[in-house]
């Protein structure tokens, strides 16, 4: 069964850091696209980030670019997004997901909740 | 970036009935359009990909369509639990931008 379990979420100060982590298991890791994706409290889906099997391409929404740092590591399964210069705006619950045909999401995390709060 | 708008916004519906949302893309993303369910607390759940296959496990009264840049996602007889958002995503290139989401309601 394929699982993807996020954590690292939290409470943060405007400007703060934040590391979030996704761990994978039930599929082979190393062979799929993986993205991040969140969700403001009461809002709609958006597509934060993605990364390549090897970790060679990585793409960004234009509002996380230069702050946000998806990265994966394939001996550990597991998916990252490295969170700098965060902004109340950056609140939201961030699910991670397993890349399949299409670029589509086949399978998602529970989410990891960032709040971005003084 | 790639703008997708989706309509209705919401909608209510009986059970039994069939409903068609649909979704526009601002420019031409060929057949790369996903179809999510997301329930209350829940993550999004993938219903179609490639504008018109069936995710494994989804049930065969859901389907999708294309005509040009409009896609539409119609549940041919709606069953209780059925009742949720619905949002399309464009993935034919980055950032892979979702439209606003549809809340299908109970009437």
């Known amino acids: 069964e394929v699982q993807l379990v996020e954590s690292g979420g939290g409470l943060v100060q405007p400007g703060g850091s934040l590391r979030l982590s996704c761990a994978a298991s039930g599929f082979t890791f190393s062979t799929h696209w993986m993205s991040w994706v969140r969700q403001a409290p009461g809002k709609g889906l958006e597509w934060v980030a993605n990364?390549?099997?090897?970790?060679?391409?990585?793409y960004y929404v234009d509002s996380v670019k230069g702050r946000f740092t998806i990265s994966r590591d394939n001996a550990k399964n597991s998916l990252y997004l490295q969170m700098n210069s965060l902004r109340a705006e950056d609140t939201a619950l961030y699910y991670c997901?397993?890349?399949?045909?299409?670029?589509?999401?086949?399978?998602w995390g529970q989410g990891t909740l960032v709040t971005v709060s003084s | 970036d790639i703008q997708m708008t989706q309509s209705p916004s919401s909608l209510s519906a009986s059970v039994g009935d069939r409903v068609t949302i649909t979704c526009r893309a601002s420019q031409s993303i060929s057949s790369y359009l996903n179809w999510y369910q997301q329930k209350p607390g829940k993550a999004p759940k993938l219903l179609i990909y490639?504008?018109?296959s069936l995710q494994s496990g989804v049930p065969s009264r859901f389907s999708g369509s294309a005509s040009g840049t409009d896609f539409s996602l119609t549940i041919s007889s709606l069953q209780p639990e059925d009742f949720a958002t619905y949002y399309c995503q464009q993935s034919y290139s980055t950032p892979h931008t979702f439209g606003q989401g549809t809340k299908l309601e109970i009437k």
């Open positions: 997901a397993r890349d399949h045909k299409y670029e589509s999401s086949d399978n």
């Open positions: 990364i390549k099997q090897d970790g060679s391409d990585k």
């Open positions: 490639a504008a018109s």
